[in-house]
């Protein structure tokens, strides 16, 4: 946009206020219902599992658990709250951890010791943060400019991606890494596992980005609409390529967990994980349409996930049952929520 | 030369039957075997269980719906139809029938909560499909079915014809099938009040529902229709493969959504044909055989897979921005 439209921002600063008002607010979401309904699991699973469910040992490995799905899940929201959709984010993260792989188990010496490990360890970061900025940019470059819906986009760049990982490594898997990798990733700092906390962190990051800077506030935007965000003089391709390179480096720090914990990276690893960050988002009211959202719902939605899957693991369910219950409780939160409108609508029309 | 350039690639079906031409040329100059009979038909073979599904899967994008539960419908169906078939003895059209109603009746679970929740399908059919595939390994422990009646995997072929050279080319079930389903899916789409209906729908529910139409009911068979054609390529795909394997349809749903997109359905609804889906397949089946031919590894063909997607919506999206662009003024372009 070029500077002469600069004075129509102030005739819309109204409503932007509201926006803005709105978000920090927290509209849209229903944070308080998901808390309930963790509180509410949390209980249940105390009063089956009185010995083992509330101790620091399950709480340690559901900490452990969680952020891989954490930051897989946020690297699918911010797309998401922009309007689109990142199919590919698994197949980034696997060819991130599988470049990183690379560096540390082919191209590093063997007799590599103490600082000179750490050295390598950081040149396949670097290395893998380029390639998710890369994929990211090339990705939100297309969405930006070809305009086409962002599946359609993320479908091929995901093919894309996961065919070249398979194609030069022949489906093998890469491991036997670094012990000083291993290690931090398996350190905990007063109880509370490394891994955990990075999640934290990010979490925190993304939420302020989104709810606090202009950035942020943009991505809300078009994710309303992008038509009329672009009217209002916003640089809406830039904008888009922002939620793509965004998305493709939360995909890298999977990446990072993800190798350390499985000691492994390959090009089908966690493939299943790809739609429930869709409905790890979902569940926590990221609207699929695009335009709303908050961190705060979708950190909720997790710990339900996760306590739900821990919960079932200690009851001696297996694992396909918890997905089930997984889709189940999607079912039912969307049923709640379109019940309670429902009687919200017949309530104020009285 | 830029009108012509502009006629072609404004319409998928045009550019898609192009770029097929282009490629069979270059693939039956660089190898004999290319354009054979029994290529043809393996090719055609391979391909059957990918078309029925993307014909259903077209019905549901035109109305303006995403489903990806179809491969979790599918892989239940085949599962009970082949545990009522090898446990109970049950015959041939029983079997198939009871696989295709239950697929039916799932896809109408969907079409159910899709307009009672009134949340997008897309959603609706990730937990749908969680919870589908999820209970059947829970309660099948992921074990296989090899032994199955003779009826189900037993070769039919109703037309057999051999070339000079000494190939032999066969016309069996699976594509007898699909051809089946391209067709009564063709007609329904574009003969039928139904799929008038479903296009309307696609294109702009809200004036849909404003003109009369019953969106349950139309809804219902859309995702019934799914289901069905789910529950029919389950049984093809045992066909083919004389097992059944729960997790065998397992993540092909991303494949078969790209299918039908490449064949130029559009995720918001309204748009695409039965003709253009099947040149969909129809490219990537030459695209896969072709590159086998050629000696390039198997391992390279999902980066063209990637590559034909992104290229061929970058095309057809610029090229009908352009159009429109000369008879629009410079509106949208920043």
């Known amino acids: 946009m070029n500077s002469s439209e600069q004075p129509r921002i102030s005739a819309i600063t109204t409503p932007l206020d509201h926006m803005v008002t709105a978000l920090r607010a927290g509209a849209g979401t229903n944070l308080t219902g998901l808390l309930l309904l963790l509180l509410a699991l949390f209980s249940v699973f105390s009063v089956l599992l009185p010995v083992t469910f509330l101790q620091p040992g399950t709480m340690q490995s559901m900490m452990f658990q969680l952020p891989e799905l954490g930051l897989l899940s946020l690297a699918m929201a911010i797309p998401l709250v922009s309007g689109g959709l990142n199919l590919a984010i698994i197949a980034t993260a696997n060819q991130a951890a599988l470049l990183m792989a690379w560096i540390l188990t082919t191209q590093m010496p063997p007799d590599a010791t103490g600082g000179e490990v750490w050295l390598w360890i950081a040149i396949a970061f670097v290395a893998g943060f380029i390639l998710c900025l890369f994929i990211g940019l090339i990705t939100g470059f297309i969405v930006a400019v070809v305009g086409v819906h962002p599946i359609l986009v993320t479908l091929g760049t995901q093919t894309l991606i996961g065919g070249f990982s398979i194609w030069l490594t022949r489906g093998q898997t890469l491991s036997g890494f670094p012990d000083a990798l291993i290690r931090v990733s398996n350190e905990t700092i007063a109880g509370i596992p490394i891994s955990f906390g990075i999640f934290v962190i990010v979490a925190l990051g993304v939420h302020i980005l989104l709810t606090r800077t202009v950035l942020g506030i943009h991505i809300h935007m078009i994710g309303s609409n992008l038509e009329s965000?672009?009217?209002?003089?916003?640089?809406?391709?830039?904008?888009?390529?922002?939620?793509?390179?965004?998305?493709?480096?939360?995909?890298?720090?999977?990446?990072?967990?993800?190798?350390?914990?499985?000691?492994?990276?390959?090009?089908d690893i966690a493939q299943s994980y790809l739609l429930i960050t869709i409905l790890a988002a979902i569940l926590g009211g990221i609207d699929p349409y695009g335009g709303f959202g908050r961190v705060t719902g979708l950190v909720a939605a997790l710990l339900i996930l996760q306590t739900i899957s821990s919960g079932f693991n200690l009851l001696g369910f297996s694992q396909h049952l918890t997905l089930a219950l997984w889709g189940f409780t999607l079912v039912a939160v969307m049923a709640t929520k379109r019940l309670t409108g429902v009687f919200v609508a017949r309530y104020r029309s009285r | 030369m830029r009108k012509i350039f502009d006629a072609i690639f404004s319409h998928t079906e045009t550019s898609l039957a192009v770029v097929i031409v282009i490629v069979v040329m270059v693939f039956s100059f660089s190898s004999p075997y290319f354009l054979t009979l029994s290529n043809a038909a393996d090719l055609i073979e391979a391909y059957s269980v990918t078309t029925i599904l993307a014909a259903g899967v077209f019905v549901v994008l035109v109305s303006g719906g995403i489903d990806i539960s179809f491969a979790a419908v599918a892989s239940v169906t085949q599962y009970i139809a082949a545990m009522v078939a090898v446990k109970y003895g049950a015959p041939a059209l029983p079997a198939i029938a009871l696989a295709c109603a239950l697929g039916a009746l799932l896809g109408c679970v969907n079409a159910l909560l899709t307009y009672y929740l009134n949340v997008v399908s897309i959603i609706v059919t990730i937990a749908t499909s969680s919870i589908f595939y999820a209970l059947l390994i829970y309660f099948t422990g992921g074990s296989e079915i090899y032994n199955l009646p003779d009826w189900w995997t037993d070769r039919v072929v109703f037309f057999r014809l051999e070339t000079a050279t000494g190939d032999i080319a066969r016309v069996t079930l699976p594509m007898v099938i699909m051809a089946a389903v391209v067709t009564i899916t063709h007609i329904l789409m574009s003969r039928t009040h139904a799929g008038r209906q479903i296009y309307a729908l696609g294109g702009n529910p809200e004036a849909a529902s404003r003109v009369g139409i019953r969106i349950l009911?139309?809804?219902?068979?859309?995702?019934?229709?799914?289901?069905?054609?789910?529950?029919?390529?389950?049984?093809?795909?045992?066909?083919?493969?004389?097992?059944?394997?729960?997790?065998?349809?397992?993540?092909?749903?991303?494949?078969?959504?790209?299918?039908a997109i490449l064949g130029g359905a559009s995720l918001v609804g309204g748009l695409g044909s039965m003709g253009g889906v099947v040149l969909g397949v129809l490219l990537l089946a030459i695209l896969q055989n072709g590159l086998n031919l050629l000696g390039v590894s198997p391992y390279f063909f999902d980066v063209v897979i990637g590559l034909a997607i992104l290229i061929s919506i970058s095309v057809t999206s610029l090229t009908e921005r352009r159009m429109r662009g000369q008879r629009r003024l410079v509106g949208a372009a920043t």
């Open chain 1, 229 to 267: 965000t672009r009217f209002s003089g916003v640089n809406t391709r830039r904008v888009q390529i922002w939620v793509y390179v965004l998305s493709s480096l939360l995909c890298w720090l999977a990446a990072i967990l993800m190798m350390a914990r499985f000691n492994s990276a390959g090009a």
């Open chain 2, 217 to 259: 009911r139309l809804q219902l068979l859309i995702y019934g229709y799914l289901g069905f054609l789910a529950g029919l390529a389950g049984f093809v795909q045992a066909h083919r493969v004389h097992q059944v394997v729960p997790t065998a349809m397992f993540g092909t749903e991303l494949s078969v959504l790209a299918v």
